[in-house]
């Protein structure tokens, strides 16, 4: 059972250049989110969504863009990086927003903007 | 204001001993859920244990327990027995009903680091 998985694990890019993290789950949880996590600051939530067709933003959201084709798949996508999105990234899934839902993480990306 | 706050940014432990990590929130939610995260230095995020706020007993898995206390809103981590494959960062979160501000998504404090020595 694979769970949730990021592509790619690390990427570097140029200060302008854009690319896209890779999240899917095969758990057909209907919930998934991601956050990037900087030293001292714990974990942020960038986007969120509730259901294919259907995202939202969260605490820190300029700068991505997310879109929810299909259940399985919440693509995180870097319009123009610049320095500041330096970070880790997980995504993250649960079966529901109910309280008792945990999420479960891919194993994150290390993304450094040059 | 933060919603989850961490007092500790790191802690140490003797093997073999027990430790409280520490983990206080703030909601006006009566509906809320509180977990906490394990996270190794080798990246992963791994869901150790949950506790709602309705819950009369307070919650353990294994090692790890919560010591609830809903009056004073606080959550705090303990775990028996520290191992060596303790040390790591830990995580305290909080989701709220979906009538809280934060929409039913995960709140994360900025995290424990745990070190366990022989």
């Known amino acids: 059972n694979a769970g949730v998985t990021q592509t790619p694990k690390f990427q570097v890019l140029k200060t302008g250049q854009s690319m896209t993290l890779q999240c899917a789950q095969d758990m057909n949880h209907e919930y998934m989110s991601w956050y990037r996590q900087d030293p001292g ?18 605490e820190v959201p300029n700068g991505y863009n997310v879109s929810r084709s299909t259940t399985e798949d919440f693509p995180l996508r870097l319009l123009s990086a610049a320095p500041s999105q330096t970070s880790v990234y997980f995504c ?15 194993n994150g990306t290390r993304l450094t903007v040059t | ?30 509906s809320y859920g509180l977990f906490w995260y394990k996270q190794p230095s080798s990246g ?3 869901f150790l244990i949950y506790q709602g706020s309705y819950d009369e007993q307070n919650a353990t898995e294994g090692r790890y327990s919560l010591n609830f206390q809903k009056a004073r809103k606080s959550a705090n981590l303990v775990i028996s027995a520290s191992q060596l494959g303790d ?12 009538g809280g501000g934060s929409q039913g998504n995960l709140i994360f404090g900025k995290g424990t680091k745990l070190s366990v020595k022989p």
């Open chain 2, 44 to 46: 992963e995020m791994i």
């Open chain 2, 1 to 30: 204001a933060q919603k989850i706050t961490q007092t500790q940014p790191g802690m140490f432990v003797q093997e073999k001993e027990a430790v409280t990590l520490d983990c206080t929130y703030d909601t006006s939610d009566q």
């Open chain 2, 87 to 98: 040390s790591a960062m830990y995580f305290c979160a909080m989701r709220e009903g979906r």
């Open chain 1, 92 to 106: 993250a899934s649960s079966y529901s927003r109910g309280l008792r839902s945990p999420l479960h993480f891919g």
């Open chain 1, 41 to 58: 600051m714990g974990l942020r939530l960038i986007h969120y969504s509730v259901g294919a067709g259907i995202t939202d933003q969260g």
